[in-house]
């Protein structure tokens, strides 16, 4: 394993996609499939994950996967992730889905889940993930809950 890049601010990760929930993403009646929910926040979280690694990242487990009101055939959705907590040659995504109200522009969320990843090398191995520099509480309060989790996850093994 390679060593660590310098630490990374939070806002370097956040990623925002915006989708449109059209007939082939649904049921017969009319909600969303929640594995094409969960395919757009693999990529969401992918792609905040690789923002800070600056190498490829690959899904090791989504948590705690919370759906907690519907999706629409129609429905504007934005997937939103930012990294919580770096370490060795993982870290932890946040990665929250909200359906956005046409009219108002209002955001309402939708789903919600914590999500791992592995930054890999160009050879498939683990790699060495840069820091994560806790700038606000908020961040420092976000890090410690991602390793209390972490910590759950691994004895839980």
Known sequence: MTVAPAPRSPRVSCTEMTELVLPQHSNVLGGAFGGTIL??????????????CGTVAVTAAMDDVQFRAPIRVGDVVVLSARVNAAF??????????????????????????????VSVDAAGAPAAVPGLLAETADDERRVREAQARRDHRLASR
């Open 39 to 52: 395919a757009w926040m693999d990529i969401c979280g992918a792609i905040a994950a690789q923002r800070h």
């Open 88 to 117: 060795r040659s993982s870290l932890e995504v946040e990665v929250q889905v909200q359906v956005e109200e046409r009219a108002s522009g209002h955001r309402r969320r939708c789903v919600d889940a914590f999500m791992t990843f």
